[in-house]
């Protein structure tokens, strides 16, 4: 099954406001270019999928942006892994989920139920390694292995 790219984003800082990108380097040594979690091993790289973030966002009946879940990469029409170890490859960048990404208690403070709306069936997205870096641009092809 073949997906896409629909979003990127990073931030410079814990809690700062998610910046919206439409391409960025993605590195082994540092995740995203430019955002704060990259060198942390494990997490190095968030990614949410569009079906699970509409699936939380349909039980509270509200809209948020994706970026309201502080994820790096926003993906559509793949299957969101329910494992650790699968690959998600987007042209030649390779990620490795590493966990499933927990939805923290700063979701509550954007909106109230957000948490647990995110809670079931892996719905905030996935955590990953970088294995493989180079350049990705929203719209990209994203494949999952």
């Not at 955002?35 to 939380?56: I, S």
């Not at 029409?77 to 390779?94: D, K």
């Not at 989920?97 to 700063?106: G, I, R, S």
């Not at 403070?109 to 996935?126: E, I, N, S």
Request: a positive charge; glycine letters at 12%.
């Amino acid at each position: 099954m073949t997906g896409k790219l629909i979003g990127i984003a990073r931030t410079a800082e814990k809690r700062a406001r998610m910046e919206e990108i439409p391409a960025s380097a993605v590195s082994v040594e540092a995740g995203v270019a430019g955002d704060v979690r990259g060198r942390k091993p494990g997490r190095q790289v968030t990614v949410l999928f569009r079906e699970g973030w509409d699936d939380a966002c349909s039980d509270l009946n509200v809209s948020l942006p994706w970026t309201t879940r502080r994820a790096n990469l926003y993906v559509e029409g793949v299957n969101r892994p329910r494992s650790i170890g699968g690959r998600i490859c987007i042209g030649n960048v390779v990620l490795e989920v590493t966990q499933e990404t927990a939805p923290c208690m700063l979701m509550e403070h954007f909106h109230k139920g957000l948490k647990g709306a995110l809670t079931p069936d892996w719905r905030a997205g996935v955590s990953c390694n970088v294995i493989s870096g180079g350049e990705i641009h929203v719209g990209d092809t994203v494949n999952l292995s």
